[in-house]
C-alpha cells in the first residue's frame, strides 16, 4: 500500500467516522443501508463501497459487531485468556501477529537528566484512522496521535508539552513512512521491531506495558489489567493511566473498555475506538463476519 492509498482511506475515515457515530446512536433500532448512507449524505450503493473498500465488511456487518452482545461475547473470551495472553505476549490463534513493540521507558527524573536538548522529528500524515501525529527520537517513537480537523495545533501542543526543552524538527518525509509501516495490513512480516521511547511514572508505564499484550481482536476491561498488575482497587487510576497514552494503537489503549461491554472514553474519540476495534475484529473473526448479513 503506496502513500497515495494511505491518502484515500484517510479521506474514506472522515466519512466512515460519521457513519460509525450515526450507527452507535441508533444500533439498537437496527438502521438500514439506505439510513446509514443518508446520515453521510451518499447513495447507499455509494456508501456501501466506500465502507467495504475502509473496513473490508459491509456496513451493516460491521453493525452487528457493533451490538452489545457480541461485545459482552469477546470480553468474556478475553477474560479466560487473559493470563496466558498476557503473561506470554501472545496473540493467540489469530491470523494476524500483534505489532513487535519494545520500550525504552524514562522516569520523571531519568527525564530531567537527560531530556532537555533532545531532538525529535515530527510530522502530521495518513493513516486508515485519519491523519495522525507521529514524533521520533534516534532512539524510537515517542508520540501518536490522530488529528482531527481543526486540531492540528492543539495536538502539537501536547508533542510539545510532553517533551518540553527538546528540539523539534518538521520532517514528513522522515516519519510518514514508518506511519504506513505501522498501519500495514502485513505488518506481522516485519521483522524489526518498533521501538518506543516514552516517559511516565513506575505505575503509568506498568499499566502501559501490560496494554502491549493485549492480543489483537481481543478486549478487556479496566478492572482486568488493575488486577492483572497486582493493584485490583486501583481501575480507576488504570483507567487514568490508559488516558494519557502518549502512543495512539501501537499502545493499544483501544483495546481496553467498560465491563459492561460498553466502548466509550478514547483519548481520540470513541468513534474512532471502535472503528480501530472493528477493524481488528474483521482480521481476527473473519467467520463472524462472513456469516454475518
Not at 489469530?94 to 510530522?123: C, N, W, Y
Not at 524538527?169 to 516485519?190: G, K, T
Not at 473498555?257 to 481476527?284: C, D, F, M, P
Amino acid at each position: 500500500m503506496d502513500a497515495h492509498d494511505y491518502s484515500q482511506l484517510s479521506e474514506d475515515f472522515q466519512r466512515i467516522e460519521k457513519a460509525i457515530q450515526f450507527i452507535e446512536e441508533n444500533f439498537k433500532s437496527q438502521p438500514t443501508l439506505d439510513q446509514m448512507a443518508r446520515s453521510v449524505h451518499l447513495s447507499k450503493y455509494h456508501f456501501d463501497r466506500l465502507f467495504k473498500r475502509w473496513a473490508g465488511i459491509s456496513p451493516i456487518q460491521f453493525m452487528h459487531f457493533m451490538t452489545l452482545d457480541y461485545t459482552k461475547k469477546r470480553l468474556v473470551e478475553s477474560k479466560s485468556l487473559l493470563e496466558t495472553a498476557l503473561d506470554a505476549g501472545l496473540s493467540g490463534t489469530s491470523r494476524l501477529h500483534d505489532l513487535f513493540v519494545t520500550f525504552e521507558a524514562m522516569t520523571p527524573g531519568d527525564f530531567k537528566k537527560r531530556g532537555s536538548g533532545l531532538q525529535i522529528s515530527f510530522g502530521v500524515c495518513d493513516s486508515p484512522f485519519g491523519k495522525c501525529l507521529l514524533a521520533t527520537t534516534q532512539r524510537g517513537i515517542c508520540y501518536l496521535g490522530f488529528v482531527d480537523s481543526g486540531r492540528r495545533s492543539e495536538i502539537l501542543n501536547q508533542l510539545f508539552d510532553t517533551w518540553p526543552g527538546s528540539e523539534f524538527i518538521e520532517n514528513p518525509a522522515a516519519v510518514c513512512p514508518i506511519v504506513h509501516d505501522i498501519f500495514r495490513i502485513d505488518h506481522q512480516q516485519s521483522k524489526r521491531p518498533f521501538t518506543l521511547q516514552i516517559k511516565g511514572t513506575n505505575f503509568q508505564i506498568n499499566v502501559w506495558k501490560a496494554l502491549l499484550n493485549i492480543p489483537m481482536g481481543r478486549v478487556v476491561s479496566y478492572q482486568d489489567i488493575a488486577s492483572y498488575i497486582g493493584r485490583p482497587k486501583a481501575f480507576r487510576a488504570v483507567a487514568n493511566a490508559i488516558a494519557i497514552n502518549p502512543v495512539a494503537y501501537l499502545i493499544p489503549c483501544h483495546r481496553v473498555i467498560a465491563k459492561s461491554g460498553k466502548i466509550h472514553q478514547y483519548r481520540w474519540g470513541s468513534s474512532r475506538k471502535k472503528a480501530l476495534i472493528g477493524w481488528e475484529a474483521v482480521n481476527t473473526a473473519p467467520n463472524y463476519f462472513e456469516d454475518a448479513s
